[in-house]
């Protein structure tokens, strides 16, 4: 069972916008939906983006999401401190006909 | 909401049941995942069960050692853990997962924390 790619860290100043990628393959992230959650410290993780591009209710439009073949990528912006966070992508997998779910590494993100 | 609990220290090769309850939805409705995380560390999904329970998936490293189960009259979900080894260890989260055909992990639990020690 394989994990999905993700940067160690990423880091920007308020007000600025960050990217996070997110990296797998045809039988994760190319055949299925993307979905994206942050943790706050401390903090059980909390779920943004689902279906590679829909907010849940109540999360800011500074946060979006897109897909383009075996990639993902969430996009912050306006950044500001609160965001500082872990961040990472999930999605299922159908590798060798075992359906699994499978996250990213996580991505550490801070606010500079 | 969900609410874990069972979490505790055991010695490898021993076993644990970890419990889920919910509360505040039709919990029969919903398919459910079990999700651990080693502090410091990054999420590691384990298991998922169909909302009727007669679907079941494990990670490799758990499969033949974990089984998750479901009582629907009580919401509850289970998570039986035998053989524990070290690398077991963590805080375990249970998770909601979205319904109607959307993909995602819509609500989670706080996570009761397992540790295999000797």
């Known amino acids: 069972q394989r994990v999905l790619t993700q940067p160690p860290s990423v880091s920007a100043a308020p007000g600025q916008r960050v990217t996070i990628s997110c990296s797998g393959y045809?039988?994760?992230?190319?055949?299925?939906?993307v979905s994206w959650y942050q943790q706050l410290p401390g903090t059980a993780p909390k779920l943004l983006i689902y279906?590679?591009?829909k907010r849940l209710s109540g999360i800011s439009d500074r946060f979006s999401g897109s897909k383009s073949g075996t990639s993902a990528t969430l996009t912050i912006s306006a950044l500001q401190t609160a965001d500082e966070a872990d961040y990472y992508c999930a999605t299922w997998d159908n590798y060798l006909n075992a359906p699994h779910w499978v996250f990213g590494g996580g991505t550490k993100l801070t606010v500079l | 909401q969900l609410v874990e609990s069972g979490g505790s220290l055991v010695q490898p090769g021993g076993s644990l049941r970890l419990s889920c309850a919910g509360s505040?939805?039709?919990?029969?409705?919903?398919?459910m995942n079990w999700v651990r995380q080693v502090p410091g560390k990054g999420l590691e999904w384990v298991a998922h069960i169909s909302a009727r329970g007669n679907v079941k998936y494990y990670v490799d490293s758990v499969k033949g050692r974990f089984i998750i189960s479901r009582d629907n009259a009580q919401r509850l979900l289970l998570l039986d853990m035998n053989g524990l080894r070290d690398e077991d260890s963590g805080l375990y989260y249970c998770a909601r997962d979205l319904i109607g055909g959307d993909y995602g992990m819509g609500l989670w639990g706080h996570g009761t924390t397992v540790s295999v020690s000797s």
């Open positions: 279906d590679n591009y």
């Open positions: 505040g939805f039709n919990f029969g409705d919903y398919e």
């Open positions: 045809k039988s994760n992230i190319g055949d299925n939906y």
